[in-house]
């Protein structure tokens, strides 16, 4: 009997262990639950891989457009700089040449009207005192408006854009200069 009720005993504790079918229900619902989490979680993790292969390529290619971009930049400056140094070439060529027609002109005007060499040269150097001068007056402190090419600049300037122009204008180094008419300026030092 003593056996009897132990294995009746070990049945109920057996039987009130076995999940009622409610409780497997929920069990089964819980497994489910977890296994689509488990699904999601792996599919996110495939596209984090997949966006940071993306990521991956996108930087690479951004790298080599960069180098793209410099090596063009590059191959524009250093066309530009071989530009720069022809154009200097060729205006150093223009000025000798200019300075040869120069007096080449000079020396026929000597020949032609029978001038004395030493007359000429007083000449010159009494024109270059004046044009000295003049360069001097003329200097302007800003680089910018100084390499204006003045070419552009028209010669007949009306009449209204000179009453635009201060009268008087004082030089930082003690000068004063007085406007007179189209523009020439007459110059008084200050003590």
Known sequence: MEANNEFAVTLEKRLQDVPRSDELYEIKKVVRELKLSLKVAQDRERAVEKLGNQAASLEARLRVAKKILADSYLDVLISLKEKWERKKVTADCEARLREVMVNIDLLKEILNNNLLASDELSRLRAMEVELGAELNVALV????????????????????????????????????????????????VRD
């Open 141 to 188: 402190s800003n680089f910018s408006v100084g390499k204006l090419d003045l070419s552009q600049v028209p010669v007949d300037l009306p009449e209204e854009f000179f009453a635009k122009i201060p009268y008087e204008a004082d030089y930082p180094d003690g000068r004063s200069g007085r406007l007179d008419g189209r523009g020439d300026a007459k110059l008084e």
